[in-house]
């Protein structure tokens, strides 16, 4: 059973500092998804990671995805009070028609000025 | 291009009543996902469809059921109704069946309490 594992929890920084947020999977899972949700909002889709070394950019966002160690990353980049929010990882894993998403519990961050 | 539909958005009903949601997919998505959201469990997949037919079910129980239509539009159903239900259900599309490498779109939810 494929589980998802994300840390920290609740991440409060500083605008204007970097941090990283981690995500661990416990089988093999050929790809990646990263998500944004913001109180009372649905799921945005920020990135879908596809193969091992994969990394993506998106303004002050960075995703990658290690699939040897089963560890994908999100790194923020100089944080912005807009990107508080609670970040969702979820893993793929089946085949074909068998594919359902296992998420993580979400790491829900506060940027303060 | 107009994104996932759900509906309704709100809604509150009895225990032991049953409810019915909807989710038109974005146009062209032929796979569509119901997830429940909860503070206590977080996110669960709980089926797919595609082509009508349901493609992978999660672990929850026969009171939870769904279907798909010819035009890709989906309902899901909940019988009898219990407290614990109350969540967001989230319908997600995508392009391909399985989320064959493509982004997974969410719609706005329906939020379920259940009284």
């Known amino acids: 059973e494929l589980k998802v594992e994300q840390n920290p929890l609740f991440l409060s920084m500083q605008e204007g500092k970097n941090y990283t947020i981690y995500c661990n999977y416990s089988t093999t899972s050929d790809r990646l998804y990263w998500y944004r949700q913001d109180p009372g909002k649905s799921l945005e889709s920020l990135f879908v990671?596809?193969?091992?070394?994969a990394v993506k950019q998106e303004g002050r966002l960075m995703a990658s995805l290690d699939t040897k160690a089963r560890l994908s990353t999100l790194h923020i980049t100089a944080a912005v009070h807009d990107l508080s929010a609670t970040y969702f990882c979820?893993?793929?894993?089946?085949?074909?028609?068998?594919?359902?998403?296992?998420f993580g519990s979400g790491t829900q961050l506060t940027v303060l000025p | 291009k107009a994104g996932v539909t759900q509906t309704p958005r709100y809604l509150i009903k009895t225990r032991g009543q049953q409810v019915t949601l909807s989710c038109s997919p974005i146009s062209g998505h032929r796979s569509v996902s119901w997830y429940q959201q909860t503070p206590g469990q977080g996110l669960q997949f709980l089926f797919e469809?595609?082509?009508?037919?349901?493609?992978n079910k999660g672990n929850f129980p026969g009171r939870f059921s769904g279907r798909q239509f010819s035009n890709s539009r989906s309902e899901m159903n909940v019988s009898t109704l219990e407290l614990g239900d109350s969540a967001l259900y989230l319908c997600?599309?995508?392009?391909?069946?399985?989320?064959?490498?493509?982004?997974?779109?969410f719609g706005e939810g329906s939020w379920l309490t259940v009284v």
């Open positions: 469809y595609f082509s009508e037919t349901q493609r």
């Open positions: 979820a893993a793929s894993n089946g085949a074909g028609s068998a594919r359902q998403l296992t």
């Open positions: 997600a599309s995508s392009l391909k069946q399985g989320y064959s490498g493509n982004t997974i779109y």
């Open positions: 990671l596809l193969s091992n070394g």
